[in-house]
Nanobody, 128 residues
Framework: QVQLVESGGGLVQAGGSLRLSCAAS????????MGWFRQAPGKEREFVAA????????VYADSVKGRFTISRDNRKNTVYLQMNSLKPEDTAVYYC?????????????????????WGQGTQVTVSS
């Protein structure tokens, strides 16, 4: 069965960095686009970034553009989210998700309904 397992979350001071990983199994990883979302307490789950099957197409939320970098390693069935210059407002549970399709298009890639499978999430806390 499909499994997505996030890791790399933790507590970091504002201005610091974290690298999240999402290990995928149970499907042909290189055939699907992948995305990262986040959910802060009391808020809806929001789009962070998405990457196409081969990594050539990438889209970011405006709130993280220039600070976060999404990447993937199809040999390791893993998608990453490098987060730099973290801010307290980045505090949330971060989820990786598998898309319905290999390519990403906007605005569809930012829509939760575009994603079929979700990981359990990893907590990121940024202190001020």
């Amino acid at each position: 069965q499909v499994q997505l397992v996030e890791s790399g979350g933790g507590l970091v001071q504002a201005g610091g960095s974290l690298r999240l990983s999402c290990a995928a199994s149970g499907f042909i990883f290189s055939s699907y686009a992948m995305g990262w979302f986040r959910q802060a307490p009391g808020k809806e789950r929001e789009f962070v970034a998405a990457i196409s099957w081969g990594g050539s197409n990438i889209v970011y939320a405006d709130s993280v553009k220039g600070r976060f970098t999404i990447s993937r390693d199809n040999r390791k069935n893993t998608v990453y989210l490098q987060m730099n210059s973290l801010k307290p407002e980045d505090t949330a549970v971060y989820y990786c998700a598998r898309s319905r399709r290999p390519q990403i298009t906007t605005p569809q890639a930012t829509d939760r309904d575009e994603y079929v499978y979700w990981g359990q999430g990893t907590q990121v806390t940024v202190s001020s």
